[in-house]
């Protein structure tokens, strides 16, 4: 009924960058907040970034200043720049959406995630 595709993972450089993308598609009505949530190798899935359909966004200490997220709302869209990667940002990066359905259905939504390694 509705789905999220995340593209934009892959191998990068520590210092380097990369951008993620998450389109939603489906019978969507509207999305409220859009965010983006990583599970390293052995340890528990961890909220990166959010953002409302207002546009105010909220980040984990650990990236705050280092990553960007933005949203388009007319292409269903969401984008999380990341900067000055670390290693110890290697993880599979989910995305994750509140969405009000067409039939009125309020859904938590996942992608299937991406995996981003930062690796010399």
């Given at each position: 009924?509705?789905?999220?595709?995340e593209?934009?993972?892959g191998?990068?450089q520590p210092?380097g960058?990369l951008?993620l993308?998450c389109v939603?598609?489906?019978?969507i009505?509207?999305i409220?907040?859009?965010?983006?949530?990583?599970?390293?190798?052995?340890?528990?899935r961890?909220?990166v970034?959010?953002?409302?359909n207002?546009?105010?966004t909220?980040?984990?200490?650990?990236?705050?200043?280092?990553?960007?997220?933005?949203?388009?709302?007319a292409?269903?869209?969401?984008?999380?720049?990341?900067?000055?990667?670390?290693p110890?940002?290697?993880?599979?990066y989910y995305c994750?959406?509140?969405?009000?359905t067409t039939a009125m259905?309020l859904?938590?939504v996942w992608?299937?995630?991406?995996l981003?390694?930062?690796?010399?």
């Amino acid at each position: 009924q509705v789905q999220l595709v995340e593209s934009g993972g892959g191998l990068v450089q520590p210092g380097g960058s990369l951008r993620l993308s998450c389109v939603a598609s489906g019978s969507i009505f509207t999305i409220s907040t859009m965010g983006w949530y990583r599970q390293a190798p052995g340890k528990q899935r961890e909220l990166v970034a959010d953002i409302t359909n207002g546009g105010r966004t909220n980040y984990a200490d650990s990236v705050r200043g280092r990553f960007t997220l933005s949203r388009d709302n007319a292409k269903n869209t969401v984008y999380l720049q990341m900067s000055s990667l670390k290693p110890e940002d290697t993880a599979v990066y989910y995305c994750n959406h509140l969405i009000v359905t067409t039939a009125m259905r309020l859904l938590e939504v996942w992608g299937q995630g991406t995996l981003v390694t930062v690796s010399s």
